[in-house]
């Protein structure tokens, strides 16, 4: 049985180096100062998503938006005094731009339709970004002062153009396309319309990123699921027969690369199991562990490097322990009665499944998550389960006997969601150091900018037919990007303290041919900020002592051949004799 959940992954964590803390916002303010590198960066605090930014070193943390809708894909300009970044606010995806020395924010983009992703031309005057308001994603360009005078430079094209990137000349912009069936990077000249194509793998490339002498672009690969940085020359590129790309990441899943001003390094985000974290690494430098410049969070989108720019914002402190970013933190009435059993489930009566019992602990965040997508996308997902509670002494050779589903803390979707017929959600591979996780998005209701983005990465196949004729011992095939607006279903759930499991993978199940080992629909909610961290523990919210012991004790764990590792790391009491060896590796 595969053993790899958070609770085992926690053992890779235990002697890593202190990071340093992330974002919290600080009374008072400061006068903006001018002539500073930053870093600018999305992340997640305290309910809502902003654009931060930090000196190279991690120091200095500043909040350079508050708003209650996303705020993502931060690019300075030229000189430095102005950032342009993408927001959901007005309840529509949008091109914004801040004056960093005032504070000022001016809207300028109004299509009801998705537009994000700003990049400058170098002369300051113009912003090209990518926009879904001409039916499919397109590369457009704009006046700094708005988009009244907007051009589609991609026009000619009906597949996805997106990510663009424009080059330190001026001449060029760069940009990701599926144009040619794979995902592909190219190069664009924004005054003819002709491009140029760079790579040609099997491959998707997207993300690019120039240095600042124009020789050199980084880049994102997946390859089904893992994500790598590379660079390339894009005088030489590999579609014209240059040498193959550099490749400078190979932890399984990195995003969003910036250019160091001297061009020696490159920042990217770092996706791990229980987060993300900025990081910085040195292309050449084979091997090297890459710094880390920020502590474990929420963390999306693009960076944005610049060597001049204003240091603005309100700053904000920085904490050992970051504690808890849910969106939703549950109030919980903890029941006295000593003989009741179980005697903190609730039932959720407007819940459609065989057992409908979550934790007090949890089930306040699960509708409150429910409601909250179900105005989002129009349709209630989560009114029908697969799984909710489990009974204690439910056992079963292809789950966890010590399930977190038995704690009233796991919820599992349905296997195949649909509307009048059609398939309302996807999913998508991801890679994270060995592991396979996957990425749920919901097709919205509403089709326009008003719910969630275009997709631009392409979903799994995992039919019968893909699974067992097409790709047998794969567990399936990527598929075409489908059109239109999707809800990323994932990351909504982590904000209201959800998240998600890897699939299994060994030699007795595996996800690459059993499918009940894919587990793409299964959701948790392990701990609210505060609660000492193991499956043990929640047990104790939910059965009296002596339940726990009949059931969940080391021998009967040990006698249903449960890995030792996994239940010390579930918390369950050890033995005097078991517990010197468990010592030596706990944090």
């Known amino acids: 049985m595969n053993l790899k959940f958070p609770e085992m992954k926690r053992l890779t964590l235990i002697f890593a180096p202190l990071f340093l803390a992330l974002l919290l916002p600080a009374p008072g303010g400061a006068r903006a100062q001018s002539g500073v590198e930053r870093i600018a960066f999305a992340a997640y605090r305290n309910g809502q998503w902003d654009i931060y930014s930090m000196a190279a070193n991690g ?5 350079l938006t ?34 960093l020395s005032s504070g000022e924010q001016t809207r300028l983009t109004t299509s009801p339709h998705y537009d994000g992703a700003p990049t400058w031309r170098p002369d300051g005057e113009a912003i090209a970004f990518e926009s879904y308001r001409a039916g499919n994603l397109d590369i457009w360009q704009m006046p700094r002062t708005g988009d009244s005078d907007a051009q589609n430079l991609t026009a000619n094209s009906d597949s996805g153009d997106f990510g663009p990137a424009y080059a330190p000349n001026g001449q060029t912009i760069a940009f990701s396309s599926w144009r040619n069936t794979g995902k592909d990077l190219y190069l664009l000249n924004p005054e003819t319309g002709e491009t140029t194509r760079l790579t040609n793998s099997p491959a998707a490339e997207m993300w690019p990123a120039w240095n600042s002498a124009g020789d050199m672009l980084a880049f994102v690969t997946d390859d ?64 090297r562990l890459p710094a880390e410049v920020t502590a474990v969070g929420a963390i999306q989108g693009r960076l944005a490097w610049h060597p001049n720019t204003v240091d603005s914002g309100e700053p904000v402190a920085t904490l050992a322990d ?36 979550l934790a007090d602990t949890v089930d306040d965040s699960f509708q409150a998550w429910r409601q909250r997508m179900q105005a989002e996308v129009g349709f209630d997902f989560l009114a029908e389960l697969s799984d ?44 994270y150091s060995g592991e396979t996780y996957w990425r749920i998005y ?131 009491p050890l033995p005097l004799e078991q517990r010197p060896w468990w010592s030596l590796v706990q944090p």
């Open 59 to 63: 120091s200095n943390l500043r909040r």
């Open 66 to 99: 508050h708003d209650p809708f996303e705020d993502t894909d931060p690019a300075f300009s030229p000189d430095g005094q102005w950032l342009a970044y993408a927001s959901r606010r007005e309840q529509n995806w949008d091109v914004y731009l801040l004056n």
């Open 224 to 287: 089904l699921g893992d994500r790598e940085v590379y660079t390339l020359n894009p005088a030489n590129p590999p579609a014209a027969g240059g040498p193959a790309a550099q490749h400078i990441t190979w932890l399984g899943r990195t995003d969003g690369p910036a250019w160091s001003p001297d061009g020696r390094q490159i920042a990217a985000v770092f996706h791990r199991w229980d987060g993300e974290q900025v990081t910085l690494t040195t292309p050449g430098a084979a091997h």
């Open 322 to 357: 970051p504690g808890s970013t849910s969106l939703y933190e549950e109030t919980v009435t903890k029941n006295t009665d000593p003989v009741a059993e179980p005697y903190n489930l609730i039932r959720q009566n407007n819940i459609k499944t065989g057992t409908p019992w």
């Open 388 to 431: 909710a509670s489990r009974d204690v002494a439910a056992y079963s050779e292809t789950s966890q006997y010590a399930s977190w589903h038995k704690s009233g803390r796991a919820v599992d979707t349905l296997f195949d969601f649909h509307v009048d017929g059609r398939l309302m959600h996807e999913i998508v591979k991801e890679d």
């Open 442 to 572: 919901l097709r919205c209701t509403r089709q326009d900018g008003s719910c969630g983005r275009p997709l631009t990465a392409n979903p799994w196949n995992y039919s019968r037919r893909a699974r067992v004729e097409i790709a047998p011992e794969q567990g399936g095939i990527e598929k075409a990007i489908p059109s239109g607006y999707y809800l990323d279903m994932t990351a909504l759930a982590r904000e209201y303290g959800w998240d998600r499991i890897s699939s299994y993978d060994d030699d007795e199940f595996s996800w690459t041919w059993n499918f009940l080992a894919f587990e793409y629909w299964h959701y948790q909610k392990r701990f609210k900020s505060g609660e000492s961290a193991n499956w043990y523990r929640a047990m104790q919210d939910i059965y009296p002592p002596e339940t726990l012991q009949r059931f969940f004790s080391w021998q009967k764990m040990r006698q249903l051949d449960e890995d030792p590792h996994l239940i010390a790391l579930k918390g369950i």
